[in-house]
Nanobody, 123 residues
Framework: QVQLVESGGGLVQPGGSLRLSCAAS????????MAWYRQAPGNQRELVAG???????NYADSVKGRFTISRDNAKNTVYLQMNSLKPDDTAVYYC?????????????????WGQGTQVTVSS
């Protein structure tokens, strides 16, 4: 069994900061790319930021310059530092990772998702 567990969400005022964490655990053979997505009420889930095993990153235009994604491969953890938060950033944030299961490593890597953490930006 593989699990992704997010933490760090909450309520913050406009202009404030939050740091999300997502730790992968369980029967892990290898982890590939990791990413953060978000979904606001009535909207589709959208990619916020992604990071490869080598550390290359990509961001949605709406968060460039404000959000930073990073990872600690030794801890199987990905982070999202969110600065200068805006009300439009309000959403449930989901962690995503490509993971090969230790029980069947030759089967390749599969998509895993966390349960989501709520981020609310409001005064």
């Amino acid at each position: 069994q593989v699990q992704l567990v997010e933490s760090g969400g909450g309520l913050v005022q406009p202009g404030g900061s939050l740091r999300l964490s997502c730790a992968a655990s369980g029967s892990i053979f290898s982890i590939g790319s990791m990413a953060w997505y978000r979904q606001a009420p009535g909207n589709q889930r959208e990619l916020v930021a992604g990071i490869t095993t080598g550390g290359s990153t990509n961001y949605a235009d709406s968060v460039k310059g404000r959000f930073t994604i990073s990872r600690d491969n030794a801890k199987n953890t990905v982070y999202l530092q969110m600065n200068s938060l805006k009300p439009d950033d309000t959403a449930v944030y989901y962690c995503n990772a490509l993971i090969a299961n230790r029980r069947s490593p030759l089967a390749g890597q599969f998509d895993y998702w966390g349960q989501g953490t709520q981020v609310t930006v409001s005064s």
